[in-house]
């Protein structure tokens, strides 16, 4: 018996040892990379489904989405004035997303002016827990020209260079012509844990159109769109969430690598950004599951097509509403 109790009186007198296995269960502190599914794209008319048909049915009900921007307005009589709105679900029967796009796009009053509708279907396809999400898009598309507010090459977009027209002299005895052709454009949208990345290449099929007094054919370029993010939180229950991302846009003599961090408390949205070819844009809004709206205030140095002073800096202003409707429980 003396034995035994002195055995277990050293037992009792070990110390414990200085290192702990890690509870899995416990919170963790440290940030971590997730990613939410829903991106916020900031910049020059970054509309979510413009920019990538892909995100089409990202949401569990019906979202519509509503983008205006007007550039340069307290330096120029013209109007440079774009609108966008989309609706968009997710369809069991086809196994993917829908989505509708309409685009008014209007430069000086009228002068130069596009309209269009666009049609988008994203099946959606998971590996290994991961989202493939391509999307295929067709857009029939409505081009005007005012011929009573063209000057003589006064025939391109002031944004990005885009030619409408190509005429050596104005033509007499026509107001306004009107160019309807089909457009198509394909993209992919990839949907980690931990990030996304997608692209979006628009104009597939080089649409063109012709008049018989234009001394060559119009031919629209290709526009390329490339989206990367991600989301980090100090766990996974913070009301603080930071986004970095990098967006890449070349639409004609537009050609910009954008990188952007979105700060969001409680809802609350602020990002900054700015991109390679000299533009910087700030925003402020309020997010959350139903309803999404903010206000952008970017700076950009004109194009040589615009008129305006070359090399300054001018204002634009951009605001996006997004709604989320979720459907009723039966």
């Known amino acids: 018996?003396?034995?035994?109790?002195?055995?277990?009186?050293?037992?009792?007198?070990?110390?414990?040892?200085?290192?702990?296995?890690?509870?899995?269960?416990?919170?963790?502190?440290?940030?971590?990379?997730?990613?939410?599914?829903?991106?916020?794209?900031?910049?020059?008319?970054?509309h979510t489904l413009e920019e990538n048909g892909s995100f089409a049915g990202s949401t569990d009900g019906i979202r519509g989405e509503?983008?205006?921007?007007?550039?340069?307005?307290?330096?120029t009589s013209e109007s440079y004035e774009s609108q966008i709105g989309s609706v968009d679900w997710r369809s069991k029967a086809l196994k993917g997303g829908i989505g509708f796009i309409v685009n008014r796009d209007m430069i000086g009053h009228g002068k130069l002016s596009s309209l269009s509708?666009?049609?988008?279907?994203?099946?959606?396809?998971?590996?290994?827990?991961?989202?493939?999400?391509?999307?295929?898009?067709?857009?029939?598309?409505?081009?005007?020209?005012?011929?009573?507010?063209?000057k003589s090459n006064d025939i391109k977009d002031p944004r990005n260079g885009v030619s409408y027209a190509s005429i050596p002299l104005l033509p007499e005895g026509v107001s306004v012509s009107n160019f309807i052709y089909h457009?198509?454009?394909?993209?992919?949208?990839v949907n980690a844990n931990k990030f996304y990345a997608g692209f979006q290449y628009d104009h597939v099929n080089k649409p063109s159109y012709k008049e018989d007094f234009f001394d060559q054919k119009i031919t629209i370029p290709g526009k390329?769109?490339?989206?990367?993010?991600?989301?980090?939180?100090?766990?996974?229950?913070?009301k603080f969430v930071f986004s970095p991302s990098l967006n890449y846009v070349s639409y004609g003599n537009y050609n910009a690598l954008w990188s952007n961090g979105q700060f969001t408390y409680s809802g609350f949205m602020l990002v900054a950004g700015g991109a390679t070819n000299?533009?910087?844009?700030?925003?402020?809004?309020?997010?959350?599951?139903?309803?999404?709206?903010?206000?952008?205030?970017?700076?950009?140095?004109?194009?040589?097509?615009?008129?305006?002073?070359?090399?300054?800096?001018?204002?634009?202003?951009?605001?996006?509403?997004?709604?989320?409707?979720?459907?009723?429980?039966r």
């Open 278 to 329: 000299s533009d910087f844009m700030f925003s402020l809004g309020y997010t959350n599951a139903k309803v999404r709206l903010v206000y952008g205030l970017g700076f950009s140095k004109p194009s040589v097509f615009s008129g305006l002073e070359p090399g300054n800096y001018y204002e634009s202003h951009q605001l996006s509403l997004r709604v989320n409707l979720k459907p009723k429980k």
């Open 66 to 75: 509503f983008l205006y921007r007007t550039e340069w307005p307290s330096v």
């Open 117 to 150: 509708a666009s049609l988008i279907y994203a099946p959606k396809f998971v590996l290994k827990g991961v989202s493939l999400i391509p999307s295929f898009k067709y857009t029939l598309n409505n081009k005007t020209i005012n011929w009573d507010q063209v």
């Open 1 to 46: 018996n003396g034995i035994a109790e002195n055995f277990i009186s050293k037992i009792e007198s070990i110390n414990k040892s200085e290192f702990e296995y890690e509870d899995p269960n416990k919170k963790r502190e440290y940030p971590i990379l997730l990613n939410l599914e829903d991106p916020y794209l900031h910049y020059n008319l970054a």
């Open 183 to 189: 457009d198509f454009g394909f993209g992919m949208l």
């Open 224 to 238: 390329y769109s490339i989206q990367l993010g991600t989301d980090i939180k100090q766990g996974r229950d913070s």
